[in-house]
C-alpha cells in the first residue's frame, strides 16, 4: 500500500486513475521560506528534522557531562570513550543540518539544556547513557513513521542511516552494563573494565 502523499498530488485525467494509483512521485511539492525560496520538505517534515537536531544535541551534551564526571574520579579510560563520543553526536546533528540546508530550508540551532553534574558511579552514567539511547532510538523510529506517512521518501531514505546507528550504540552499552554486572564492585575489575573502554 503506497503512503498516502500530502506533498503532491499530480492532476489525472479521469480514465487515467487506476494506472496513475501506483504512482509514487519523487519528491515532494515546493513549499516556502519566509524569504520566499522554494524548499523540498513541507513544514512538518522541517519541524521533525529540527527536533532530531534537539535530540542530537542534547545527546552530546549528556556524553560531555558524564565525560567530565568520569574524568574527574579518575575514569580515564570511560571518560576517553565518552567524550569521543561527543563529537561523534555532533556530527549526527550536522549531518541533520546539512541534509535540512540541502534541501532549501532553514534548520534550527537548539537552545542548550542542563545535563547532570554528578554521578553515583560508573554503573549510574552507563545506566543513563543506556536510557537515553533507548530514546533516541525510540525518537527516530516515530520520526521516520511520520516522514513515510508523509510521503516524502527521499528524507525516509536520508533517516535510516540515524536509525541503525542506534543498533550498535545501544549494543556496546547494553554489553558493557553486562560486564560491570560480571565484576561487582571488584576494584582490580573495575580497573581492566576502564582499561577496556578507553579503547572503544
Not at 487506476?18 to 511539492?29: D, T
Not at 519566509?34 to 512538518?44: R, T
Not at 527536533?51 to 545527546?59: H, K, L, S
Amino acid at each position: 500500500m503506497q503512503p498516502k502523499n500530502r506533498f503532491y498530488e499530480p492532476e489525472v485525467e479521469e480514465e487515467e486513475m487506476g494506472a496513475a494509483e501506483n504512482v509514487v512521485p519523487n519528491f515532494p511539492k515546493p513549499s516556502s521560506t519566509p524569504s520566499g525560496k522554494k524548499m523540498y520538505i513541507s513544514d512538518e517534515v522541517l519541524e521533525i528534522l529540527n527536533n532530531q537536531i534537539y535530540v542530537e544535541f542534547n545527546a552530546s551534551q549528556l556524553y560531555k557531562a558524564a565525560g567530565s564526571w568520569c574524568e574527574y574520579i579518575g575514569y580515564v579510560g570511560a571518560a576517553k570513550w565518552l567524550l569521543k563520543h561527543v563529537n561523534e553526536e555532533r556530527a549526527h546533528m550536522n549531518k541533520i543540518y546539512e541534509y535540512i540546508l540541502d534541501r532549501q530550508a532553514v534548520p534550527c540551532t537548539p537552545a542548550v539544556e542542563e545535563q547532570p553534574k554528578e554521578f553515583k558511579d560508573l554503573k549510574d552514567v552507563l545506566e543513563q547513557v543506556l536510557a537515553h539511547e533507548e530514546y533516541v532510538e525510540e525518537t527516530y523510529r516515530a520520526v521516520i513513521s511520520a516522514v513515510f506517512q508523509e510521503g516524502d521518501l527521499t528524507t525516509f531514505s536520508f533517516l535510516q542511516f540515524f536509525l541503525n546507528e542506534q543498533v550498535e550504540e545501544i549494543k556496546v552499552v547494553a554489553g558493557l552494563l553486562d560486564r560491570l554486572k560480571i565484576i561487582g564492585e571488584d576494584q582490580k575489575g573495575m580497573y581492566f573494565l576502564d582499561k577496556e573502554i578507553g579503547k572503544l
